[in-house]
């Protein structure tokens, strides 16, 4: 059984027909579409990274957990320029409104800008 022709019923594919590369600068607008769908991902990643905080944090996860401490420290590194900006006596709403704050504007200015670039 060494015969390798096709059976009569399935059609061969030309590696040369079609296709091919097509460069960014093709002009419809690939790259575009990339760039803001990369933005777009990177906000949303953020915004799901300190809303995933709150969460954890309302749920009282362990704070000595491997992920927890990841989680926490990926959401104070991208919510630091808003660190106490609200100062509330209840801990669960404080955290809430100093990184929810950060996830909403991310997502908004995120969205925007990849708006934007696809319009581009």
């Known amino acids: 059984m060494s015969n390798t022709e096709p059976l009569p019923d399935q059609r061969q594919y030309d590696l040369n027909q079609g296709g091919g590369h097509r460069s ?3 002009g419809d607008g690939s ?5 803001a769908l990369i933005i777009h991902t990177v906000a949303d990643i953020a ?3 300190l809303g995933l905080w709150i969460l954890l944090y309302l749920l009282e996860a362990n704070q000595s957990n491997v992920f927890v ?3 926490e420290g990926m959401a ?3 919510a630091w ?3 106490d900006i609200f100062t509330m006596d209840t801990d669960g709403l404080r955290v809430l409104l100093n990184y929810g704050l950060p996830a909403v504007i991310y997502l908004l200015i995120g969205h925007g ?8």
Do not use: P, T
């Open 47 to 49: 915004a799901v990274f």
């Open 24 to 26: 960014a600068h093709d």
């Open 31 to 35: 790259g575009a579409r990339r760039a």
């Open 113 to 120: 800008v990849a708006s934007r670039v696809r319009r581009l």
């Open 81 to 83: 320029w808003s660190q």
């Open 69 to 71: 401490e990841f989680v």
């Open 76 to 78: 104070d590194w991208l």
